[in-house]
Nanobody
Framework: QVQLVESGGGLVQPGGSLRLSCAAS????????MGWYRQAPGKQRELVAG???????NYADSLKGRFTISRDNAKNTVYLQMNSLKPEDTAVYYC?????????????WGQGTQVTVSS
């Protein structure tokens, strides 16, 4: 079965950095677009960053310059490097795998990893 397992979350002080990882299994990883989403308490889940199978990236406008998404197809892993973290970055971060054709769409989610930015 498909599994997306996030890791790397935790407690960090404002201005600090974290690197999230998401290891995928059960899919042909290189063919999937991968994304990171986050959900803060009382708020809707929002896109943080995405990377296509062709390595094109996109980011939430408010996060450009602080966050970097990357992938290693040999390791079936997508990463999110988060720098200059702010308290408002506190959220559960989720990994997403997305594949679509003209007839079929597939979306898979990880269980989430908590990121808390606080002094």
């Amino acid at each position: 079965q498909v599994q997306l397992v996030e890791s790397g979350g935790g407690l960090v002080q404002p201005g600090g950095s974290l690197r999230l990882s998401c290891a995928a299994s059960g899919i042909i990883f290189s063919t999937y677009a991968m994304g990171w989403y986050r959900q803060a308490p009382g708020k809707q889940r929002e896109l943080v960053a995405g990377i296509t199978s062709g390595m094109s990236t996109n980011y939430a406008d408010s996060l450009k310059g602080r966050f970097t998404i990357s992938r290693d197809n040999a390791k079936n892993t997508v990463y999110l490097q988060m720098n200059s973290l702010k308290p408002e970055d506190t959220a559960v971060y989720y990994c997403n795998a997305h594949w679509a054709s003209a007839w079929v769409t597939r979306d898979y989610w990880g269980q989430g990893t908590q990121v808390t930015v606080s002094s």
